[in-house]
């Protein structure tokens, strides 16, 4: 099992930055692709970006609409893997819940899931 709690969401203005944050626990997630995903009012759940570990390099993936404003990366000290999302250049279109999330590889799903946490921007 891995367990995933998300922070750092929160109201900002458009053009502000945030950090987003995703503490995993349970397992080592040096075989797991981690991602976050996000989900606005009557839309359906996009992928954002995503983050794994190749053996040699990490190996990221954005989705177009936060291409050059987003960014992850994936810190690991002791046995806690955290999973950040460094969003600049905030847009009210970015305003959504934000999930983190966790497939094995190789990927043929997403298995584990945070609670996810707001992001709202202000025009």
């Known amino acids: 099992q891995v367990q995933l709690v998300e922070s750092g969401g929160g109201l900002v203005q458009a053009g502000d930055s945030l950090r987003l944050s995703c503490a995993a626990s349970?397992?080592?997630?040096?075989?797991?692709?981690t991602g976050w995903f996000r989900q606005a009012p009557g839309k359906e759940r996009e992928f954002v970006t995503s983050?794994?570990?190749?053996?040699?390099?990490?190996?990221?993936?954005?989705a177009d609409s936060v291409k050059g404003r987003f960014a992850i990366s994936r810190d690991t000290a002791k046995n806690t893997v955290t999973v950040y999302l460094q969003m600049n250049t905030l847009k009210p279109e970015d305003t959504a819940v934000y999930y983190c999330?966790?497939?094995?590889?190789?990927?043929?799903?997403?298995?584990?899931w945070g609670q996810g946490t707001q992001v709202t921007v202000s025009s």
């Open positions: 349970g397992r080592t997630l040096s075989n797991y692709v």
């Open positions: 983050i794994y570990w190749s053996g040699t390099k990490y190996v990221v993936d954005y």
């Open positions: 999330a966790a497939g094995l590889r190789p990927l043929r799903k997403y298995d584990y």
